[in-house]
């Protein structure tokens, strides 16, 4: 029940604002309501005359069986439920209250009262309506996070399949278009001789018959294509998209206790993902301008954050977002470069980009290899505006200038073969960082072949010269690893910050890459190197396994560490996850910690396993 107020705290913003008299005013007006634990202060189906204001005790506001935000003393709430927007949560459908966490009470602003005051005193109006559009931008961010959130749990059985359509391989062009005709299909999947099965669309068809000029009684069997992309019914919808984003196609066949089931498009795909606003594969598709890329850019920070709030792993995130990246890259490329750059030059991105590894948006790594022989005058200004658009995406300038504005990194093959030469045959430190980071490189736009060739003359000009590998090996051991013999060190230093990159991700990045260069490997991912390796022989199975599980817990705690950081910055599109790769020990859950300490004396035992291969202890 409401009571004769106390002192009020006009230090509080925004009523700081008030003048004098105008606090006076205010002080007469208020009433103070005390409630018990577990008392509903407010609810979607009650409405309110007043504003609330905490004095004492804490207000916990829950939507649905979710606690959404805790109110302490000094902060308010209610101005939603005051102007009509009681109680909407996500869509407006979820009941959200505001429950005493504990004995509390509240001063409460009657509406008259604060309306008087707002016309009075305009920044003070101002600052309550700011505070109010907040609350409604939180609560359209939530219901975005909502519905990723149903996005990414949902299953491929709650998409419309298309029932299997076969054709023999022995049937004609003839017979497969008339198949699709009957049965209203856009693809047959055609059964082989050898029990393959391989799949014809009717762009297939089209470019076969139209394009190719193949005449229409030919057999289906030799033109179909086959290694079908195929995932399971049960599994989740999401997979599907990264499948379909990762190898640029259009459907998947979708397969039941072993048997082909349906085949899965993109536009079903697409149906069940129409509620999420963010499909940033399309926006990127349909760009037309720098502009358009930026805002779907902008978006990935928010994707990140909400796949891994929901639980999706840290791999599966890091082949979307690789995706994601490229595709904004190659799009921007093709956007500023005239179509005889395009088909002379091969965009490239090295370092965590290239490796496929890329989680959060750091420092670019980026560069262009041109054709022998091949001129564009106006490619220092396409370069500048390449770099310059990326760093309005939220992409850092690298801090080593290894960017395509930066001569030394958009040269012609030959220039890279020559620079190749020098960073093997003359290995000093930079060259052998410069090493390390084409070694990783992935083209992204452009002709791939001509990475390709640079990449085999690389491999090409590699001897077995051990003290080489031993000069490239060696920033594996740069930075100290506090765990193994100094866990007790780790304890005492718990509430020290520590450089999870440094400390753990780098030293397994780069002892992997100085093993796979050493047996000659193109793979690029570590992943990938780590597997190949242990097949090879070069890593004992236990480790390369232990390797991998360390590489993925200490990637999960790196994104964990910077999603779950408050938003200090700027608020919106546009805000981004920070850089910094500083870990807390003492701010980790007990299962993080132990998982954290465990990784680093892994890495710890494999830095020692990179020192006595590489005899970087003699």
């Known amino acids: 029940m409401p009571t004769a107020s106390p002192d009020f705290d006009f230090g509080q913003p925004p009523f700081d604002l008030l003048t004098d008299d105008q606090r006076a005013a205010l002080a007469g007006a208020l009433d103070i309501a005390l409630y018990p634990r577990d008392a509903v202060l407010l609810s979607r189906e009650e409405p309110t005359d007043a504003m609330f204001v905490v004095l004492r005790g804490t207000v916990q506001e829950r939507r649905g069986g979710e606690v959404a935000a805790v109110h302490g003393p000094g902060d308010r709430f209610g101005l939603q439920a005051l102007y009509g927007a009681a109680g909407a949560g996500a869509g407006g459908s979820t009941a959200r209250r505001f429950v005493a966490a504990e004995e509390c009470a509240c001063h409460l602003i ?53 029932p299997p359509l076969f054709v023999d391989a022995a049937a004609s062009l003839r017979d497969a278009a008339e198949a699709m005709r009957q049965n209203r299909a856009s693809s047959v999947l055609v059964r082989g001789a050898d029990g393959a099965v391989g799949i014809l669309t009717g762009t297939d068809l089209r470019d076969l018959v139209v394009l190719d000029g193949r005449p229409v009684s030919e057999p289906v069997g030799p033109l179909a294509r086959y290694g079908l992309l195929t995932l399971d019914r049960d599994d989740l919808l999401f997979n599907a998209l990264v499948l379909m984003t990762k ?73 979307l977002v690789t ?41 670019q790594d980026n560069g262009l290899i041109l054709r022998d022989g091949f001129d564009c005058p106006d490619l220092a200004d396409i370069a500048a505006d390449f770099t310059r658009h990326l760093v ?25 073969k020559d620079a190749l030469f020098n960073w093997v045959h003359r290995p000093d430190e ?7 980071i084409f070694y990783d490189a992935a083209p992204v736009a452009g002709d791939a072949t001509l990475l390709a060739e640079a990449k085999d003359y690389l491999l090409s000009r ?62 690029t991912n570590t992943v990938e190197r780590i597997q190949v390796l242990a097949e090879l022989g070069a890593l004992d199975r236990k480790m390369a396994a232990d390797l991998v599980e360390a590489f993925t817990i200490l990637s999960t705690i790196r994104l964990k560490a910077r999603v779950d ?54």
Request: proline fraction near 5%; include cysteine.
């Open 323 to 363: 995706e994601l990246n490229r595709r904004i890259f190659r799009k921007l490329f093709e956007l500023l470069a005239p179509p005889d750059l395009l088909a002379n030059s091969c965009l490239i991105v090295m370092g965590s980009e290239g490796r496929g590894e890329q989680l959060l948006k750091t420092d």
């Open 110 to 162: 009657p509406r008259p009262a604060l309306e008087v005051l707002a016309a009075e005193n305009p920044e003070f109006g101002a600052a309550i309506i700011g505070d109010f559009a907040q609350r409604m931008r939180d609560l359209a961010a939530l219901r975005s996070n909502r519905e990723m959130a149903a996005l990414t749990m949902a299953r491929i059985r709650q998409a419309y399949l298309h």
């Open 462 to 523: 590699l001897q077995d010269n051990q003290m080489f590998f031993t000069q490239f090996a060696r920033p594996a051991l740069s930075f100290d690893t506090p765990s193994g013999l100094f866990a007790a060190l780790f304890e005492r230093r718990r509430a020290e910050a520590v450089d999870i990159k440094k400390a753990g991700i780098f030293p397994i990045v780069h002892g992997v890459r100085a093993l796979a260069l050493e047996k000659h490997r193109a793979e």
């Open 565 to 618: 950081l408050p938003d200090d910055g700027p608020e919106g599109e546009g805000a981004e996850l920070a850089i910094d790769n500083l870990i807390h020990p003492d701010r980790l859950g007990k299962l993080d910690r132990d998982q954290f300490k465990d990784c680093l004396a892994l890495v710890k035992s494999f830095k020692e396993l990179i020192a006595h291969h590489f005899r970087l202890n003699h």
């Open 430 to 436: 930079a060259a052998q960082m410069n090493l390390a």
């Open 247 to 319: 190898h640029a196609v259009r459907r998947v066949v979708v397969t039941e206790n072993g048997a082909i089931a349906g085949l899965l498009g993109q536009s079903d795909l697409l149906a069940v993902l129409s509620n999420h606003s963010q499909v940033i594969g399309l926006q990127v598709e349909h760009a037309t301008d720098p502009a358009d890329l930026r805002r779907a850019s902008r978006s990935i920070v928010e994707l990140i954050r909400t796949l891994h709030a929901t639980g999706v792993k840290v791999s599966f995130i890091a082949d």
């Open 392 to 416: 309005e995406f939220g992409y850092p300038p690298c801090p080593g200038n290894i960017m395509v504005s930066n001569p030394d990194w958009t040269r012609p093959l030959a220039g890279y």
